[in-house]
């Protein structure tokens, strides 16, 4: 088998991230309880349906009335459990439709989608785990007070991929997002794909198209655009992927640039799109930003949002910087794409 050669080991990546800045030590211990979880969850995902039927759904729903996978429930247990060895006061998860207080003492609260991508657990699709790690706030009410930050005050955030490689990509304090992959010889992670830094501008979207009736104006005719390639107004052909798991987007993003897209739309239940703050777009976009990226609801950042609740929803879009701010002029300005003359009837007259 080849080596590995001159890649960084996780530990002391974490070891000098911490020299350097030990207000990031409880972060650290929180992603090396990740990292040991995320091998016993890549060992059980790597059987299949030699382990058990993971895809299969159980009678119970979630807080959101997804039906629960039998992996979202285990998922969910063994992360519990290792951020008992962390120094963790409180967790949110997707499956829990309360936050669970873990040590009173703990300096951190931890927010996590334990299983992301349940739909392609039985279609041996990339599946992840997302996490989002906050400070603790000195007298809080409730447990449930600690995590109704914005993102922008998160210390550290990222997700676990479970694909053809098993890798953890994260950013801790301010420091540049970072990927570290599994080695199975030896059970370690080690840096094999340097930093990523996103592509400013793109030509690759990725979006459920079968929501198209459902989107506002702005999406519809930005996708318009996209798909009318080199003879539209961008004047640039484009290319097309839809995973069903964001950590499988987000990841293709990082690597090789793109713009992702869960708009808000008029399906009932839809007005704030599909995805959660908390434990889905707030890392995604902390990792994002740090990475070169940018990630809003359409219009705002979304790290400067302030959650309504634990489990809220938010229209999503991240990805190369250029891109998600020219989505953001479809939102602001009708003009911006009612002024073009080839599409003035289309856009102007039926759909604005
Ligand atoms: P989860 O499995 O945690 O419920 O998340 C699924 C999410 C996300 O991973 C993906 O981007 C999106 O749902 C897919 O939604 P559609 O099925 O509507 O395309
Ligand atoms: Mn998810
Ligand atoms: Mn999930």
Same mark, same amino acid.
């Given at each position: 088998?080849?080596?590995?050669?001159?890649?960084?080991?996780?530990?002391?990546?974490?070891?000098?991230?911490?020299?350097?800045?030990?207000?990031?030590?409880?972060?650290?211990?929180?992603?090396?309880? %990740?990292?040991?979880?995320?091998?016993?969850?890549?060992?059980?995902?790597?059987?299949?349906?030699?382990?058990?039927?993971? &895809?299969?759904?159980?009678?119970?729903?979630?807080?959101?009335?997804?039906?629960?996978?039998?992996?979202?429930?285990?998922?969910?247990? %063994?992360?519990?459990?290792? *951020?008992?060895?962390?120094?963790?006061?409180?967790?949110?998860?997707?499956?829990?439709?309360?936050?669970?207080?873990?040590?009173?003492?703990?300096?951190?609260?931890?927010?996590?989608? /334990?299983?992301?991508?349940?739909?392609?657990?039985?279609?041996?699709?990339?599946?992840?785990? %997302?996490?989002?790690?906050?400070?603790?706030?000195?007298?809080?009410?409730?447990?449930?007070?600690?995590?109704?930050? /914005?993102?922008?005050?998160?210390?550290?955030?990222?997700?676990?991929?479970?694909?053809?490689?098993?890798?953890?990509? *994260?950013?801790?304090?301010?420091?540049?997002?970072? %990927?570290?992959?599994?080695?199975?010889?030896?059970?370690?992670?080690?840096?094999?794909?340097?930093? /990523?830094?996103?592509?400013?501008?793109?030509?690759?979207?990725?979006?459920?198209?079968?929501?198209?009736?459902?989107?506002? @104006? /702005?999406?519809?005719?930005?996708?318009?655009?996209?798909?009318?390639?080199?003879?539209?107004?961008?004047?640039?052909?484009?290319?097309?992927?839809?995973?069903?798991?964001?950590?499988?987007?987000?990841?293709?993003?990082?690597?090789?640039?793109?713009?992702?897209?869960?708009?808000?739309?008029?399906?009932?239940?839809?007005?704030?799109?599909?995805?959660? $703050?908390?434990?889905?777009?707030?890392?995604?976009?902390?990792?994002?930003?740090?990475?070169?990226?940018? @990630?809003?609801?359409?219009?705002?950042?979304?790290?400067?949002?302030?959650?309504? &609740?634990?489990?809220?929803?938010?229209?999503?879009?991240?990805?190369?910087?250029?891109?998600?701010?020219?989505?953001?002029?479809?939102?602001?300005?009708?003009?911006?794409?009612?002024?073009?003359?080839? $599409?003035?009837?289309?856009?102007?007259?039926?759909?604005?």
């Amino acid at each position: 088998m080849p080596q590995l050669a001159g890649t960084e080991d996780f530990a002391a990546y974490l070891d000098q991230t911490v020299e350097l800045d030990a207000r990031l030590d409880g972060a650290a211990q929180v992603l090396r309880a %990740i990292a040991a979880a995320s091998i016993e969850m890549s060992e059980l995902i790597s059987l299949g349906r030699l382990y058990g039927q993971l &895809g299969a759904s159980r009678a119970s729903t979630n807080t959101d009335g997804d039906v629960q996978k039998e992996l979202d429930v285990l998922a969910n247990d %063994i992360f519990v459990s290792a *951020f008992r060895q962390a120094p963790v006061a409180a967790i949110v998860s997707e499956e829990l439709s309360e936050p669970l207080v873990l040590d009173p003492a703990g300096s951190l609260a931890v927010a996590m989608d /334990p299983l992301d991508g349940s739909s392609n657990i039985d279609a041996n699709v990339s599946i992840g785990t %997302i996490f989002s790690i906050l400070p603790v706030l000195a007298n809080a009410s409730s447990a449930e007070a600690h995590f109704l930050q /914005p993102g922008r005050m998160q210390i550290g955030a990222g997700f676990v991929i479970y694909g053809p490689q098993t890798s953890l990509v *994260f950013a801790l304090g301010s420091n540049q997002t970072q %990927i570290f992959t599994l080695d199975r010889r030896d059970g370690r992670f080690y840096q094999a794909v340097s930093a /990523p830094i996103i592509a400013r501008e793109c030509a690759e979207y990725a979006i459920n198209a079968s929501n198209y009736r459902h989107w506002d @104006a /702005p999406v519809r005719a930005f996708i318009d655009d996209c798909v009318q390639g080199a003879e539209g107004p961008l004047k640039r052909n484009h290319n097309m992927r839809w995973t069903g798991s964001l950590v499988a987007d987000a990841y293709r993003i990082l690597l090789r640039g793109g713009i992702f897209l869960y708009p808000g739309d008029h399906r009932a239940g839809y007005q704030d799109g599909r995805l959660r $703050l908390l434990y889905e777009a707030n890392p995604v976009a902390f990792i994002v930003e740090l990475a070169g990226g940018l @990630a809003t609801d359409c219009v705002r950042p979304i790290l400067d949002i302030v959650p309504s &609740g634990i489990h809220a929803r938010v229209p999503l879009v991240f990805g190369s910087a250029a891109t998600v701010e020219l989505l953001t002029c479809y939102h602001g300005d009708p003009q911006f794409s009612a002024d073009r003359a080839p $599409l003035f009837g289309k856009r102007g007259l039926i759909r604005l």
